[in-house]
């Protein structure tokens, strides 16, 4: 999963999913090379090698520009920490701005919207007079379970 537990169960630490782990970037780039240069050998020494080859070379940098921008969306990071006083929030976002959230543990309560929100099973943490979201980027299995996981390490804290 996505996310992991830590100091026994006091801090929470959530990043998206990348299937295409990043050593395996220059692969795929490479073997995309590869597979769209192959039509074109039959065509060396001609005049039309240099009419598609730019078509290749721009698929090949849409590609390339295409799996950068998923690494960076995927540089969101959040950070709960959960103690018996304080409950906190830390969302570090790609353009590296740090948005934050804090409250009593007594009065931080977490919610499952199951419609209305930007994605199924929403969670949030409520308190403080704000509702802030949590882990909108993972799944929706991965959603219901954090949501389990939140209600009662809260209940466990509060306690």
């Not at 970037?25 to 192959?38: D, K, P, R």
């Not at 919207?113 to 799944?139: M, Q």
Request: glycine content about 10%; aromatic content about 12%.
């Amino acid at each position: 999963m996505p996310y992991e537990w830590s100091d026994s169960r006091r801090h929470l630490t959530l990043w998206p999913y990348r299937s295409l782990p990043r050593n395996g970037f220059a692969a795929v780039i490479g073997l995309f090379f590869l597979l769209a240069m192959i039509p074109l050998f039959g065509l060396l020494g001609t005049v039309l090698l240099w009419g598609l080859l730019p078509f290749g070379l721009g698929a090949l940098a849409a590609l390339w520009f295409g799996l950068r921008l998923s690494y960076r969306s995927g540089e969101v990071v959040e950070m709960l920490s959960i103690s018996p006083e304080r409950t906190r929030l830390l969302r570090r976002n790609p353009d590296g701005s740090e948005q934050s959230w804090e409250c009593n543990t007594y009065w931080a309560r977490v919610e499952m919207h199951l419609k209305g929100g930007p994605v199924p099973y929403y969670v949030t943490l409520n308190g403080n007079g704000r509702r802030v979201e949590i882990g909108a980027f993972l799944s929706e299995d991965e959603r219901r379970a954090l949501h389990g996981e939140l209600a009662s390490e809260l209940a466990a804290q509060r306690s």
